[in-house]
């Protein structure tokens, strides 16, 4: 059974400071991995989808990167603003059969930046 | 890009009664929806996977006559919490997977639905 951890759980920066997020996963065998952010009482976003034969993703301030080998995944987030405070959660999905497209969850990162 | 609805945002109700929770993609097709739940300061678990057209399937522990899942059509799948009680509040979310002529392995989430039974 698949399992995603994120760490840290929480994380609590300065406005203007690099951070990195980290996420891991058990079972190697995945389809891609995905980025979410979700503000509080709210769905989720997707932020960055890396497929399996990827290394890494970029977009704006963002840029995530899979290690699908030793299970792991960082999303880096640069010159950080308080408007990038909210729940950060990784998910993975199988490579195929029964459970394709059931998307594995980490508990989340809650990122605060303060001004 | 893709938009997932959700209705209602927000519902609170007596222990006993019954609640429908709507999950409409608005410009896309989508063959699959997925339901999660998300309890305080956790993350999501999938509850079930709803196909168009056929019976839902659903995750180990998930009980399929306490959570009714109908996918009438295309663009819409409903989740009906039956005889609700106080340990099912809990904000529920759906997702949809796009049908075809885009990244069909990216699934769009709705803005969930925050249920409370008193």
């Known amino acids: 059974k698949q399992e995603v951890t994120q760490i840290p759980a929480a994380l609590s920066v300065p406005e203007g400071e690099n951070l990195v997020l980290n996420c891991s996963f058990t079972?190697?065998?995945?389809?891609?991995l995905q980025w979410f952010r979700q503000d509080p009482g709210k769905g989720l976003t997707s932020l960055l989808l890396?497929?399996?034969?990827?290394r890494e993703q970029t977009s704006g301030r963002l840029n995530a990167s899979l290690d699908k080998s030793s299970g792991r995944s960082t999303l880096y987030i640069a010159a950080s603003q308080p408007g990038d405070s909210a729940t950060y959660l990784c998910?993975?999905?199988?490579?195929?059969?029964?459970?394709?497209?059931?998307?594995?969850f980490g508990q989340g990162t809650i990122l605060t930046v303060h001004p | 890009g893709a938009v997932v609805s959700q209705h209602p945002s927000r519902v609170i109700c007596k222990s006993g009664t019954s609640v429908k929770i709507e999950c409409r993609s608005l410009?896309?097709?989508?063959?699959?929806m997925f339901w999660y739940r998300q309890f305080p300061k956790k993350s999501l678990m999938l509850m079930a996977t709803?196909?168009?057209?056929?019976?839902?399937?659903?995750e180990q522990g998930v009980e399929k006559d306490k959570f009714l899942i109908n996918h009438a059509s295309l663009t819409l799948s409903t989740l009906t919490v039956t005889s609700a009680h106080p340990e099912d509040s809990s904000f529920y979310i759906c997702?949809?997977?796009?049908?075809?002529?885009?990244?069909?392995?990216?699934?769009?989430f709705g803005p969930g639905t925050r249920l409370t039974v008193l």
């Open positions: 997702s949809a997977r796009l049908l075809a002529g885009g990244p069909t392995d990216t699934q769009y």
């Open positions: 079972d190697s065998a995945i389809y891609n």
């Open positions: 890396i497929q399996s034969s990827q």
């Open positions: 998910a993975v999905a199988p490579r195929s059969g029964t459970s394709y497209g059931k998307l594995t």
């Open positions: 410009d896309f097709q989508a063959t699959t």
């Open positions: 709803s196909n168009e057209g056929s019976k839902a399937t659903y």
